[in-house]
């Protein structure tokens, strides 16, 4: 009897053992899972702080391109939707539109490379419509229809007042909007500023 005494108290100590040995392991195992997750979060923070400046460098090198890409369009606002409808195409409509507003002298080979409504849905018909992009073969050519349309100052085709202006990216049309916000405020508490 002694002996099955010995016997069962040598196999609860081995199962005591067993059980320290398994819960030892267990927290061996789960201090190298989190020492292993440190490590590698610490590594995926110093990518990413490498990789911030970069973002933003490639990000302000795609506006430049972008905004470089637009030097040649104009945007008019103003002419109604659908006023093209009777034109074999936008392009030879937009020509008409603009030497009949302009009355460019002397008269100039406008060059349009190709013209369009902005990209958004139709508005109804009370709203405003879209305006025209319209991208110029030459830089030179879109400067002269620019600013002609600016000194003219007051446009009006069929009855509709019309508006030129540069076709600018989105981040610059951003920063102006920002920026005239911020002149609006200045100017309602009025403080003087340049610009």
Same mark, same amino acid.
């Given at each position: ?25 267990? =927290?061996?195992? !789960? ?41 040649? !369009? ?11 409808? !009777? ?50 073969? !030459? ?12 000194? =003219? ?14 076709? #600018? ?9 920002? #920026? ?16």
């Amino acid at each position: 009897m002694a002996d099955d005494n010995d016997d069962a108290a040598i196999t609860e100590s081995e199962r005591v053992r067993a059980l320290t040995d398994k819960g030892l392991e267990e =927290k061996l195992h !789960n201090t190298i899972n989190t020492r292993i997750a440190k490590t590698r979060i610490q590594n995926t923070e110093e990518v990413l702080e490498e990789m911030i400046p970069l973002t933003e460098q490639f990000e302000a090198r795609l506006n430049d391109q972008e905004g470089r890409a637009r030097r040649s !369009n104009i945007r008019i606002y103003g002419v109604p939707e659908k006023a093209e409808a !009777n034109s074999s195409d936008f392009i030879s409509f937009l020509e008409d539109l603009l030497k009949s507003t302009l009355d460019l002298n002397p008269p100039v080979d406008l060059q349009i490379e190709r013209a369009h409504r902005a990209l958004a849905p139709t508005p109804s018909a009370e709203a405003k419509p879209r305006s025209i992009i319209a991208k110029f073969l !030459n830089y030179r050519t879109k400067e002269l229809v620019i600013k002609t349309a600016w000194e =003219k100052r007051v446009v009006e085709w069929k009855g509709n007042r019309i508006f030129f202006d540069h076709d #600018y990216a989105p981040d610059v049309l951003w920063k102006w909007r920002k #920026y005239q916000d911020a002149k609006r405020m200045l100017s309602e508490h009025d403080i003087r500023f340049q610009a």
